[in-house]
């Protein structure tokens, strides 16, 4: 991973994080590592306990952040959220994956866009 | 929290009830069906999800297990879609469980929350009613197939969120019916008629013989000569399908979704005409879990087989057994399961490659060894099944000018019905439906010849040289020939008709027989 997009992805998570504070979400924890896996964001949004996958681009792409969301991250941020619920020992809560999508348009201003319930196991 | 739905599958003509389980709990989100789903059946959690969010709910959070009982048979088709979204929602008190103990539900879900019709109702509803069913939710277009199965309440289900609405006591639906008995009363029209066909008295006559007796038929005629109207109007002049019948043959297009929605019970005889290059599987039926094949798709009707010899070897010997037992056992690796085939066989051909052998106006070009392979690909134990042969030759110049039209399909049905209700009578006791499928008891009992006719069966048997088989075939269209003219003997003219019919055929493919 080069350094730019590095720092891009940083960014976009700061953003992100913000954001779902202001949504009134209760952070739980950022950038949790499995063996295999990582999610970017945990957080709580009433009953549900969400794994949220931050996209950052830096130009308008087409197509929807869902779309970029392909086989393998999903398959790590699903180990990563098992693991997860496995080590803090929860079982009893409804869960979701999420991804949020943050680009600026030509004019430099932000967009930021939330989709729940994004992806599931297969 | 655990909810189960029952819907059900068919195998071969019978159906069986499946119960969809859904369990839920909560953690990661995610659904996995099993019970050994097909391709199509694990789609259904792509189609039921769109299809419960584009209903403007939410899909219910959670893990899903969804499993098809019994375990141990394998599901197939789109037709758990709507069971498994109701479990869904039953499972999230989204749907109450009221209705869901005795009520079947099947349907196919589009993505935007519609039920789409789905294959095999009729024969569905059938056995869930014998299980003690009360209610059957169905499609829309589907329900009219259903509603023949009186002991059933049915729900046609036009969307997912009208259906909740139901389910849920908020909204009424009304239970579809029909009046079996006045769909039934109805007298087929057919758009055909026998009198289009201008002259042709003598093979009119012989497919009268044959629809009187369930006899099957071979035409032999040049190109052009009236052969294939003759076949197509064979329908008109048979007797109506009873109420048992007509069903029996509903449940058949049910399964292979031939049923639209405004053609619900099936009252006209099936005429079914493949072409020469259906393999032998369209004809007998078959497939991975087996379907019905044309012999079955043309059960109390009539099967043409247009050009005769042009069909593969394989596809006209296949038809031997359908012929003689009236129905087909496909046997595969992972069911078995049997078709009825109670069918008339009708088929043409030209009497050489060319066309024209034998015509009078045109002279035929095929050198002798190419009529003979022509001929040869129709085998003798083949030609054996069939009871009338007959000779359609070209009309003249006079005759299609001024030939009379002759008599019309309804005045020879009524003549057709009769002797089929001799025949109902003599067989009232068994289980045989016409003279073509009478069992050599039943031929020693009813075919009672006079003295003279006695002595013309026995001159002929002698200088035809027919087989045992062929012998008892021409007692049977003697029998039918009788029961057309209203005798309870054979005569000497009974008989003498029967082995002309038969002495065609000897004639002519003489080379094989």
């Known amino acids: 991973?080069?350094?730019?997009?590095?720092?891009?992805?940083d960014e976009g998570e700061q953003i992100a994080y913000d954001h779902l504070l202001s949504l009134g979400w209760q952070m739980i924890e950022r950038n949790f590592h499995s063996s295999q896996g990582e999610v970017d964001i945990i957080a709580k949004d009433g009953q549900f306990l969400v794994f949220v996958e931050v996209k950052n681009y830096s130009f308008a792409s087409f197509g929807t952040p869902v779309g970029a969301v392909r086989a393998a991250k999903k398959k790590s941020i699903i180990h990563a959220a098992s693991t997860y619920l496995h080590k803090k020992n929860i079982s009893n809560v409804y869960c979701r994956f999420d991804v949020i999508s943050i680009y600026r348009n030509f004019e430099g201003k932000m967009n930021i866009e939330l989709y729940k319930d994004a992806f599931q196991m297969n | 929290m655990f909810v189960k739905v029952k819907s059900a599958a068919l195998?071969?003509?019978?159906?069986?009830?499946?119960?969809?389980?859904?369990?839920?709990?909560?953690?990661?989100?995610?659904?996995?069906?099993?019970?050994l789903p097909d391709a199509a059946v694990k789609e259904s959690r792509d189609?039921?999800?769109?299809?419960?969010?584009?209903?403007?709910?939410?899909?219910?959070?959670?893990?899903?297990?969804?499993?098809?009982?019994?375990?141990?048979?394998?599901?197939e088709g789109p037709v758990y879609d709507l069971p498994i979204a109701v479990g869904i929602l039953a499972s999230h008190n989204i749907i109450r469980t009221t209705y869901l103990k005795?009520?079947?539900?099947?349907?196919?879900?589009?993505?935007?929350?519609?039920?789409?019709?789905?294959?095999?109702?009729?024969?569905?509803?059938?056995?869930?009613?014998?299980?003690?069913?009360?209610?059957?939710?169905?499609?829309?277009?589907?329900?009219?197939?259903?509603?023949?199965?009186?002991?059933?309440?049915?729900?046609?289900?036009?969307?997912?969120?009208?259906?909740?609405?139901?389910?849920?006591?908020?909204?009424?639906?009304?239970?579809?019916?029909?009046?079996?008995?006045?769909?039934?009363?109805?007298?087929?029209e057919y758009e055909l008629d026998l009198s289009e066909v201008k002259g042709q008295f003598h093979a009119k006559r012989a497919l009268e013989i044959a629809a009187a007796g369930g006899h099957n038929i071979l035409m032999i005629g040049p190109p052009g000569s009236g052969k294939t109207m003759l076949a197509k109007r064979l329908p008109t002049i048979m007797p109506p399908l009873s109420l048992g019948e007509a069903l029996e043959v509903t449940k058949l297009y049910s399964?292979?979704?031939?049923?639209?929605s405004r053609n619900t019970l099936v009252t006209k005889r099936p005429f079914r005409s493949p072409h020469h290059t259906t393999s032998d599987i369209g004809i007998v039926g078959g497939g991975r879990l087996p379907r019905p094949g044309e012999v079955s798709l043309a059960h109390f009707?009539?099967?043409?087989?247009?050009?005769?010899?042009?069909?593969?070897?394989?596809?006209?010997?296949?038809?031997?057994q359908p012929l003689e037992e009236n129905e087909v056992t496909i046997c595969r690796a992972l069911t078995s399961v049997t078709f009825p085939a109670e069918f008339m066989l009708v088929a043409a051909m030209n009497p050489c490659p060319c066309g024209n052998y034998g015509d009078r106006l045109r002279e035929c070009q095929c050198p002798s060894w190419k009529i003979q392979r022509y001929l040869q690909k129709l085998s003798g134990p083949l030609l054996d099944r069939i009871d009338i042969c007959i000779e359609v030759p070209r009309l003249g110049k006079e005759d299609l000018v001024s030939c009379p039209a002759g008599e019309t399909s309804s005045q020879i049905r009524q003549r057709v019905s009769k002797a089929r209700?001799?025949?109902?009578?003599?067989?009232?006791?068994?289980?045989?439906?016409?003279?073509?499928?009478?069992?050599?008891?039943?031929?020693?009992?009813?075919?009672?010849?006079?003295?003279?006719?006695?002595?013309?069966?026995?001159s002929a048997v002698l200088h035809l040289g027919m087989s045992g088989r062929a012998y008892d075939r021409v007692l049977k269209v003697a029998l039918?020939?009788?029961?057309?003219?209203?005798?309870?003997?054979?005569?000497?003219?009974?008989?003498?008709?029967?082995?002309?019919?038969?002495?065609?055929?000897?004639?002519?493919?003489?080379?094989?027989?």
């Open chain 2, 255 to 260: 399964i292979t979704g031939f049923l639209s």
């Open chain 2, 421 to 458: 209700q001799r025949q109902r009578e003599r067989f009232s006791a068994s289980k045989i439906s016409s003279n073509a499928k009478m069992t050599p008891k039943y031929i020693k009992k009813c075919c009672l010849l006079e003295k003279p006719a006695e002595e013309l069966l026995k």
């Open chain 2, 301 to 320: 009707g009539v099967l043409f087989l247009d050009e005769f010899p042009e069909f593969s070897r394989d596809v006209l010997e296949v038809l031997r």
């Open chain 2, 11 to 35: 195998s071969g003509l019978k159906g069986y009830i499946v119960d969809v389980e859904v369990d839920t709990h909560k953690g990661l989100p995610g659904q996995s069906i099993v019970g």
């Open chain 2, 480 to 513: 039918t020939v009788a029961d057309l003219d209203g005798s309870q003997v054979i005569r000497e003219s009974h008989i003498a008709e029967a082995v002309q019919y038969r002495n065609i055929l000897i004639q002519k493919c003489s080379s094989i027989i």
């Open chain 1, 1 to 9: 991973m080069s350094i730019q997009s590095k720092r891009l992805g």
């Open chain 2, 102 to 188: 005795d009520t079947i539900f099947l349907g196919e879900l589009s993505l935007d929350g519609a039920v789409r019709p789905v294959a095999g109702v009729l024969p569905i509803c059938i056995e869930a009613a014998k299980n003690g069913i009360k209610r059957a939710v169905v499609p829309k277009d589907n329900a009219s197939e259903a509603a023949l199965v009186n002991e059933l309440e049915i729900i046609p289900a036009e969307d997912l969120l009208g259906l909740i609405g139901f389910l849920n006591g908020e909204a009424e639906v009304k239970p579809h019916t029909v009046d079996i008995e006045e769909l039934f009363s109805k007298e087929p």
């Open chain 2, 47 to 75: 189609r039921v999800k769109a299809a419960v969010s584009n209903s403007g709910l939410d899909f219910p959070p959670g893990y899903f297990t969804i499993n098809l009982a019994p375990a141990d048979i394998k599901k």
